[in-house]
Every structure is written in C-alpha cells, then in structure tokens.
C-alpha cells in the first residue's frame, strides 16, 4: 500500500515539474523573445539571466538551452553566453554527477555589489589612514627646520658661495701640483730613463745596420730599407 502511494506522490511531481516547466519555457518566450531583431551580446546576457531571475529555479544546460533559444537567443551562442555569466558570478554552477546545474537569483547581483561597495569603503579607509601616517611623518620631519626670519634661505645662498670656493681652491691645488718640486724631480727621472732606454735601442739598430752593410755586402739604402728606418734616423736629442 505504501509502494502504491509512493508511485502515485511520484507520478504527480514528475507531471507538476514536467507543467511548471513548459509554462516558464512558455511565458519566457512570450515575455522576452524580441521578434527576429539581431541580440547584442549584451542583450544576450540579460534576456538569460532574467529566466534565472523570473523562475528562481535551477536548470540543466540542457533546459537553459532550450529556454534561452524560445526567448530569442541564437542556439549556437547561449552556452558562450551562460559560461561567461558564471565566470562573472552572476550565475551559479554545480556539477551533479554528469550533469551541470546552474541557478541564479536576483538578489546575487545586488549582494555582489554590495560586496563591492564594502570593500570600496574599506579601500578608502586604509587610504585615509595611510594619508593620516604619511602627513604625521612629514610633520616629524619638518619638525625643527622651520624657517624663521628666512635664515634657510641664507644660509643654502652661503653654502652655494663655500662650494664655489671649494672648487676654486681645488683648481689653484691642481696647478700648483705641477710646479710642484718632487713632481719635476721625478719627471726628470723618468725622462732619464727613457732616453737611456732609447739610446740602447738606437745602438742595437745601428748595429744591425753595420751588421748588413759589413757581413752581408749590402748598400746602406738597402739595410734602411729592410730594417725599416729612414737616412735620417738618429739618437734621440
């Protein structure tokens, strides 16, 4: 007796589920087809969400397909169109199963908002207090440098002068290096070892110079030539 009944209650919900949806499907695409006007995607979005909104209930992709393609929706874009409404968070999914469910009611979007408009408010509150911190900081900082009878500003002109004579002084330091005694002693010195250090090059030049003229029979143009100095080549002065 109970199996019976149980039948019965069954029976009567599947045709109550199996009414209430042909009426939404029906009522939906009295009230929102558009005729054949072209639907932005925009108006995609909306004509989709309103059955969500106008039902509050929750359908299958196969159900949201067939509802949205009755109000106007092209078949090939609703499943484009419902994805991106749940990337959006404006409609809600969860898989049962092997089947996607999706819902959505009209007071999600409003309690999104106002989600955003509480975090706004709390953005603007860490604002104010990091203005409140920095300005308190820049108080501490100017705290004893107050500008009084305008002394700053004389005393920055006096520090400019310092600096001009600073590099002024460094120049007359530079100059007087170079006439510097010790600076001339070891010039001397180092020219002196140069000269030396040319001379003995010079002498191994010519002696190579005697060498192929002497022992090798060679005219001095020639051994000039293939030494590769000039008649003219002499000790350094």
């Not at 419902?82 to 199963?97: C, F, Q, T, Y």
Request: glycine share 6%; with cysteine.
């Amino acid at each position: 007796f109970i199996s019976i009944f149980d039948s019965i209650f069954i029976d009567r919900s599947i045709r109550s589920s199996q009414k209430t949806y042909e009426n939404k499907s029906t009522n939906t695409s009295i009230t929102m087809a558009g005729g054949t006007k072209r639907m932005s995607a925009e108006e995609k979005r909306k004509v989709i969400l309103g059955i969500y909104h106008s039902s509050k209930e929750v359908y299958t992709e196969k159900e949201i397909l067939a509802l949205a393609t009755k109000a106007g929706v092209n078949a090939g874009t609703v499943a484009d169109i419902n994805n991106s409404l749940v990337d959006d968070g404006l409609v809600d999914k969860e898989k049962i199963g092997g089947s996607n469910f999706f819902w959505s009611f009209p007071g999600k979007k409003d309690r999104m908002l106002q989600l955003e408009h509480e975090k706004v408010l709390q953005d603007i509150e860490m604002s104010k207090t990091k203005i409140t911190e920095a300005e308190a900081k820049l108080a501490d900082a100017k705290r004893g440098r107050e500008d009084e009878g305008g002394e700053r500003a004389k005393k920055l002109a006096r520090l400019g002068e310092l600096k001009k004579e600073k590099d002024k002084m460094e120049t007359e330091l530079k100059s007087l290096k170079e006439n510097d005694p010790q600076a001339l002693a070891d010039l001397e010195k180092e020219l002196k070892l140069v000269t030396e250090a040319a001379n003995r090059w010079t002498d191994n030049i010519f002696t190579c110079k005697t060498y192929l003229t002497k022992k090798r029979g060679m005219s001095s143009k020639e051994a000039c030539k293939l030494i590769g100095i000039t008649s003219e080549f002499d000790y350094p002065e």
